[in-house]
Each structure stands twice: as C-alpha cells, then as structure tokens.
C-alpha cells in the first residue's frame, strides 16, 4: 500500500521525456493546525530519496527570517548531488545578486565594474581546493548572516560572513570559471538602457524593493540548471504510475513547511509567483508543495472552497485529496483557465491533507494498559479526535494519566487538569483561530457552540439571532478562513445513505474542535461563574425560539434538534411516535436521524447504558410498544451521534431490533423498506 505522500510523488513529479511547456504548480496542502502536515512534508522528502531534487523549508526557523534569506537557503540545499543529474546545480546568478546587496557600489559605472571584477576573481580564487563539505551547514549559517539584508546595507562584520557565504555559492560548480562568468551576462538588460554593471549598483543601492531581483535570478539559476544538465532519466529508483517506465523527466520540488506562521512565507510565495509569471513562457522545473493553515480567497476563482458542496459551486473544480492530486489534473486546470494567465490565483494547486492512517493515530495514542480494550479505545481517539494528530496525541497523554476523580477516562478526559488547565481549555487555546481569541474563553466559547451546532442543523433557514450571538458571522469566517470548516471533516451517520442517498454531506466543524467547545460550554454552565457569558440552556434555548413553529419537514427536524439539544427526550419522543403514523417512513427515518444529531451533554459525563436506561427504564407504565420502540432508537442514536461514544456491538444490536420491530409489528405501510435498510444498517457482526 503506498502512502499519500508516495502517490503524490508518484502522480505529480513524472514529466513526459521531451518535456512539456506547463509551468508547474505552486501547491497549497490544506489543513486545519494539527492535522499532520509537517509529518506529510517530511514523508515527500523522503519519497523523493536521492534521485528527484528538493529542498525543504521551514518559516517558523529564524535561518529564514526574511524572503531573501531563504531564497539563498534554498539555493545551497539545492546545490547538492542528485542520482539523476549528470552536473550538480549551480545557482550563480543569486550569488552575483547578494554580492551587490552586500557591497556599496559606486554609482560611477567604471569603479563599480573593477570593484564587481574584483570581488568574483577573489571569490573564485579563494579557497580554490576547498569543498563546502557540509551543505546544510553552509547554507543554515549563510541563511542567518542575511537577515534584513534587503532593507539596510550590513555592517563590517555582517559583510565578511556574508561574503563567505557568496564565496561558497559561487564555488559549488565544477569549471565555476565559465559557468560564473556566464551568469554574469544574465545581468545585462536587466534594467532598460542598461548593462550588467548598471543592474548591479541598481541593487546595491536599494531604490527598489530588491526582493523580485533576486526571485528573478533564482528562478533564472533554475531554468538554466533544467537546460543545460538535466537530461531523460532512462533508469531510477523513481515510482513509476500506472506499472509504465521509460524515459521521463522529473519536477524538482521546495517542501515549505509553516507558510503562515511568519509573513516571510507569504512574501516568498508572493514573489515566487510573480517572478515565475513575469518570466513566461521561460520555464524552470520547480514544483513547490506550501503547508498552509489558511485558505484564500482569491482562489474561489478556480477552486471550490473546502465548505462548500458542488450543489453550491457547480462550476468550480473540488479540491482534491493529496493522494488524488497529480499532473494531468493540474495541466486541465490551466487549460480551463487559459483565458487569464496573468492572474497569480491561477498558479496555485490546493490539495486538502489525508486522514491520517488508522496506525498512525495507534501509535500517538496506544491504548493505556488498564481498562481499556485496545480495539474499543482505537475507536474512541479516532472519533473524538476526528481523525486529527495533534487531538490524538493530546488524548494519548491524558488517557495515560490516572484519573483525578473515580471518573472512568472516557468520561472525564476533557476536563482532565495539567497543571490546572482543563484539556479542553488547552485544546481551544492551542486550535482557535487567534482572531477569536481577543476576547476570554467564557464570552467566545457559547457563540461559536452557536454557530458549529447551526452547521450541523437540519435546513439552513433559520438564522441566529444578532442580538443572542453578535459575532456570529465574524467567527464562522474565521474558523472557515482558518480551515476548521470543511466537507473533510464530515463524518455522516450510518443512517446517511438511507436518508440522503449519493448527496453530499455539507460541511461542519471539526470534531474535535466542535468536542472541546461542547465540553467547554458544559464546564463554565456547571460553574455558573461567568454572568457575561450564556450556559448550556441558554444558547439551545435562544436557538430553539427560532424555529418553534413547523412549518415543514426541515423546520420540524430543527425543532426537534433544539428539543432535545434542551434535554426534553420524552417531548422529542411522543413527536417522533406522532410523525410515524403519519410520514412516509422514508422521511422518518430522515426526521429521527437529523432530531438525534444534536448535541448531548451526557456521554462526556455518564456511561452510555446509564444514559440510555434513564432515558429509557425498562418498565413505564401505559407506554405503547411502538413509543417504546421509538424511545430506544431515539436514545441510541443520540449516544451513536456523539463524539465521545465508541460504537457499540449491543447497542447496534438493540437499534436494529427497534426498527426490524416497527417494520414488522407497527407500520399500517405496505413499503416498510426504509425501516428495513436502517435496521440492516446496524447490522454488527
């Protein structure tokens, strides 16, 4: 089985032998913090091995404080030795470009050339026999002298460290005389009237932005490396798509990690891409592959954005899995979008990240040794967790903890302590957009309950109230904007394909997220501490008063959803037995499934057969068998919808038995097959 980041390799890199004139992607690899795309960066590394050509890049890392600095970082990991590549890269034409930002100029042209002359024939000759014998040492130790080089002149000692660095660039190639000199041509006609003296002192002097320059020069290094020494690779340890191998050429690829922890990775990119389009149709080889935590705007032009279905956006291509992204995909991409080549959207290739394995979440929370079944607890991580690492693991170190209270972990993980910060507390800390964060916990928290619960409602006609929840909409943009909104995270009911058939699921809010915000409006109702912010009560209660009246289906359901969010089960139940005499059974399975999706305190608090047996006592006097019925399914499935509950094999048992019993014994129907393919549903084995 190969792993996502071994298809992307596989299906993204491979070029055909006689090469092809579209530009590569710039990919944006989506997903919200914590989903594991640093994991996956470094597993594409690892696929491309020795033989395609990458770098990595990590803005959280002060060695790239600014873009220019990490453009020279990029220039030495490239610099290395490839199995494919007959010559090792040369980037001259960066060199040449730091050289002017690091030296004062004279403005008058003759000095200016001696001095220029000068600097390359020692640079050249220095250290002739010496190798750099640590490129990544090299290039981490010239990363940092650059720092701010592109808005202040260095100082002295600034200058000899950065004047090593050049030195060093410079000396990378074999017959770096020729190559040197060469690339000391590119900078004529850089600037209008101008030759390559004038384009120096240009930079030297900073009258503009000298950033575009030096992108310009890298992107010039690369194209003139993929000219003149990449050549059909005709054997190599390359996976190869569709069992097919021959000759073939391969992208190289800029593995950027952290893009928006700084705006020196925004800045890059920016630059990247302009430079990249200003220099069309000229193509370089470099595929970049961007971790990114945030989704553009800009790139609804092409892109269908992750919250949104294809009912919604018909016309605009979904964003695909890592797995599934590849070359052809992205090539049709810049064909329907021909019309507007110089629009900077079109460059970029978003992907959203794969769930992670189901190993992967075993081994960042293996089952604690006493009481736990390993298969029960793998089940639970993956689904309060959401499939999301950093939950998992955070849920690993809390599990393996000894409980504070009797409280099985199951039930009280959430509000765990480390030192004396509940998990959920920590988990809203560390995931929250930070624009959300601005005001205290207990003030954000029920609003944005608010808005998650309202993603998950039956219909979508009801708004919130402005006045109940006046940030609403500025915290559904930021967690949208921020990624925790999405399709991807959609984790339908089993009840789904009975009731929604092949319809896609819309987008809602993370499990996990959606998780620790229900357990944090639990905790601060419970406490009662806050006269400023809204309980548990208060904002279901405030919701429900939207929606009192039905006056259809969907407006029923929502009804219903609030009913029971409010803990009125047994008003819930007598509505539902009412509703099955008299709908379509089709629809009432739709009705019992979208009323149970709401939120429940419970299972965070109690053991699910303790709820269920409240809910549900064994022996009520004067019930019917069908309310009865009824009354189990619709408890069961509230305990299934939630996050904290593990499936159950008896249960499973029991709601199957319940709807095989209306079928058979309770419906005046002659079609009971809906009832039937819910029941078959919960078939456990």
Known sequence: MLTAAELFVRQAFRRPAEGTAVPEPVVA???????????????????????????????????????????????????RHWDNLPRDPTFHRVGLSLLALNETLPQ?????RAHVLKLIESYLHQDHDQQVADLAGAAVKFALSLSGIGTQVPGPAVQHAVSSGIGALLRLANR???????????????????????????????????????????????SR?????????????????????????????????????APAGREFLTAFVRARQNRLPERDPLLIVAAMDRWSSAWGTWWREPWRTKADCPDRRPVPLLSQADFKQWTQHLAAAAGKGAAP??????VWLDPPDPGVLRELAPAPPDGWEPAVFDEFVRRLSGGLPAAAREIGRRAGEPPADAAPPARSLLFRSHNGIPLWERALTSFLPRSLLTDPLPVVVPQAVAVAVRLRQPGRSAELNP??????????????????????????????????????????LHPWLLACLLAGLHAQSAADRHSVAMTWADVFSAMAAACAEPSGEADLARRLYYQLACDRFDQVVKELVREFAAAEHADWVRLVDQATAAPCRWPALEPADEIVARLVPDERPGRESAEAAVSCIAALLWIHHDAHAVPDPVRDRRIRRNFERLAGNHSSRVDTDALTEAAARFDSQ
Not at 345 to 350: D, E, L, Q
């Open 345 to 350: 959207t079109r460059a970029w290739y978003p």
């Open 225 to 261: 490396n993929a000219d003149q020494w990449t050549t059909p690779v005709r054997r190599c340890r390359c996976l190869t798509p569709h069992g097919q191998d021959g000759p073939h050429e391969h992208a190289w690829a800029l593995l950027i990690d952290n893009v928006d922890a």
């Open 108 to 112: 008058d042209r003759d000095p200016a």
């Open 176 to 222: 770096r005389r020729r190559s040197v000199r060469q690339a000391l041509k590119w900078f004529s006609g850089l600037l209008e009237g101008a030759d390559t003296i004038d384009s120096l002192i240009e930079l030297s002097q900073r009258s503009t932005d000298p950033l575009p320059h030096v992108m310009n020069a890298f992107l010039a290094d690369l």
């Open 467 to 508: 006045v109940a929840f006046p940030d609403a909409n500025h915290i559904l943009s930021a967690l949208r904007e921020n990624l925790w909104v999405s399709t991807f995270a959609a984790r339908p009911s089993r009840l789904w394909p009975v009731v929604a058939g092949e319809e896609e699921h819309p987008a809602v």
């Open 29 to 79: 690899l989506l997903g919200p913090k914590g989903s594991g795309k640093s994991t996956a960066l470094k597993a594409i590394a690892g696929a491309c091995g020795g033989t395609l050509v990458h770098a990595r890049l990590d803005f959280q890392d002060s060695k790239v404080a600014d873009p220019i600095a990490a453009v020279a970082y990029v220039s030495f990991l490239l610099a």
